[in-house]
């Protein structure tokens, strides 16, 4: 069944799948005509499979939505009492942080400016797997990596009240040598943290 053609039009950028099968609650996207004409049938399968998950109180999908991994990129799902990992993002250039910059309201109107600034960020911090090490990212130890495993936020120099967790703690036996992996991925990443947190 295709749930793309069973939302209803509820204004110019209002549509809504309405609950059905194992759903707990309705979608709501919020998208201009072209762009819900442009959505795949994926999304709209990944947010009724999305609302089906136990706890799920409503389900919004944002006008950069697109097909993800288990839920849309681009939606808000609300919940009780329920984390649910997907929502979270796996990759960890995920999520939205707040960053002071001079560029005024004609610069983010401007694709010119916009993207001049959006270059320079890109010299300077990791964004991605696999993007490796950006040409002016600054030089740190891999013990900074090593106490960002440990102490996450903490290592950072990030005050407890400005987060929800500094970091959760590992055993006493963890080794992070054994996950080489993981220490391959994070080390262009982890500079980025420290910028956004530092």
Not at 18 to 31: E, I, S, T
Not at 40 to 55: K, L
Not at 117 to 135: D, H, Q, T
Not at 171 to 189: G, L, M, R, Y
Request: with cysteine; hydrophobic share 40%; glycine share 8%.
């Amino acid at each position: 069944m295709s749930f793309k053609y069973q939302v209803q039009k509820i204004s110019d950028n209002h549509y809504v799948l309405p609950k059905m099968a194992q759903m707990n609650a309705d979608v709501h996207a919020f998208l201009s005509e072209d762009l819900y004409n442009a959505t795949e049938d994926a999304v709209w399968t990944q947010a009724a499979s999305g609302a089906s998950y136990p706890g799920v109180t409503g389900v919004y999908l944002m006008p950069d939505v697109h097909s993800g991994f288990g839920v849309p990129i681009g939606c808000v799902i609300v919940t009780d009492d329920v984390l649910i990992q997907a929502c979270t993002g796996y990759d960890i250039n995920c999520g939205v942080c707040l960053v002071k910059t001079d560029l005024n309201e004609q610069d983010v109107v401007s694709w010119d400016k916009r993207e001049e600034w959006i270059k320079e960020v890109e010299k300077r911090v990791a964004l991605g797997v696999g993007s490796g090490r950006p040409k002016h990212m600054p030089e740190f130890h891999i013990n900074k990596l090593e106490e960002m495993f440990r102490y996450g936020a903490k290592a950072l120099g990030v005050q407890s009240d400005n987060c929800e967790r500094q970091y959760i703690k590992l055993s006493d036996d963890f080794d992070s040598q054994k996950i080489e992996k993981a220490i391959e991925k994070a080390n262009p990443h982890a500079i980025r943290m420290m910028v956004l947190f530092g």
